[in-house]
């Protein structure tokens, strides 16, 4: 299994990202897969998942209504697009896949994360 996570960077606060995860080494559509972040200092925490075929998606308290995850089940591949983005936003980034079950299960495989600087 491989998640390469790509599209970080540094933004003005109330900028926008898009974080793309490129996924390989198994099959993607069946998969519940989700994006999570570490903030300095702290554990990593969930953001955000999407279903295997992108009819259900979830989203922590800090990011609704700003976050938006999606999925290319052909280019197996996980976004997140990022707006309003704020300066407590700024951490690692990670997509994950899900072994089975719903997001309160543990994800199977990690990323590698990318960094996303929110200045002030």
């Known amino acids: 299994v491989q998640l390469q996570a790509s599209g970080g960077g540094l933004v003005q606060a109330g900028g926008s990202l898009r974080l793309s995860c490129a996924a390989s080494g198994f099959t993607f559509s069946s998969h519940l897969m989700g994006w999570f972040r570490r903030l300095p200092g702290k554990d990593r925490d969930f953001v955000a998942a999407?279903?295997?075929?992108?009819?259900?998606?979830y989203y922590a308290d800090p990011v609704k209504g700003r976050f938006t995850i999606s999925r290319d089940n052909v280019k197996n591949t996980v976004y997140l697009q990022m707006n309003n983005l704020k300066p407590e936003d700024t951490a690692v980034y990670y997509c994950a896949r899900y072994p089975y079950g719903g997001i309160e299960v543990r994800p199977a495989d990690w990323g590698e994360g990318t960094q996303v600087t929110v200045s002030s």
């Open positions: 999407i279903s295997w075929n992108g009819g259900s998606t």
